[in-house]
């Protein structure tokens, strides 16, 4: 019911800058809060942030916070993240999630967008 796409990766110099977009559509109305997840390859996968749309309150893990920013992009409907000064670490597939309460598992996905941060 509820579709997730995210485009916007590829391939950036540690210290340089890139934005991933995730596009919403289908119902949904009954999935206010997106995130976005990484997973580098062998490894589990992990949580850089949220918002919710009603306010637009975000809420990061504190090893992304002050280098990754997650907005609303109102002109175009989707679900931004800003990576400033990304670490080669930070290389992975990087997956846009929705739930639809806070309590809730994420569970509507994207297919990912390969992101790769270069030395």
């Known amino acids: 019911q509820v579709q997730l796409v995210e485009s916007g990766g590829g391939l950036v110099q540690a210290g340089g800058s890139l934005r991933l977009s995730c596009a919403a559509s289908g119902r949904t109305v009954g999935v206010p809060i997106l995130g976005w997840f990484p997973q580098a390859p062998g490894k589990a996968r992990e949580f850089v942030g949220l918002i919710a749309w009603r306010d637009n309150s975000t809420a990061y893990s504190s090893s992304m916070k002050g280098r990754f920013t997650i907005y609303r992009d109102n002109a175009n409907n989707t679900m931004c993240l800003q990576m400033n000064s990304p670490k080669p670490e930070d290389t992975a597939v990087y997956y846009c999630?929705?739930?639809?309460?806070?309590?809730?598992?994420?569970?509507?996905w994207g297919q990912g967008t390969q992101v790769t941060v270069s030395s």
């Open positions: 999630a929705g739930k639809s309460s806070v309590r809730g598992a994420f569970e509507y």
